[in-house]
């Protein structure tokens, strides 16, 4: 691995302390899993692949429900006010 130095504004900070402590990693840990997010998400045709895959996704799983595209927001209201 290459050592290298940055700055951050102190809220950047807070915030990757409080993902590292909840995670159990290092905030080191945590940057490089955010850039290789990044750096995928930029990656040419990365969106096009994880469109492609949402769209081979569609249909493959049952709810049981028969109403549940006109109705989802009162059945996300239901569980969440549990």
């Known amino acids: 691995m290459v050592r290298t130095q940055i700055q951050l504004p102190e809220e950047q900070v807070i915030l990757l302390k409080k ?3 909840a995670q159990h990693k290092s905030m ?3 940057i490089r899993q955010a850039v290789d997010y990044f750096a995928r ?3 040419p045709g990365g969106e096009e692949q994880r ?3 949402a769209m081979a996704a569609v249909g493959l799983f ?3 429900v028969k109403d549940l595209a006109a ?3 009162s059945y996300l209201a239901e569980i969440y006010d549990r």
């Open 71 to 73: 109705s989802h927001d």
């Open 28 to 30: 080191a840990e945590i």
């Open 41 to 43: 998400a930029k990656q």
């Open 62 to 64: 049952r709810s049981g």
């Open 51 to 53: 469109r492609k895959r």
């Open 19 to 21: 993902m590292a402590a």
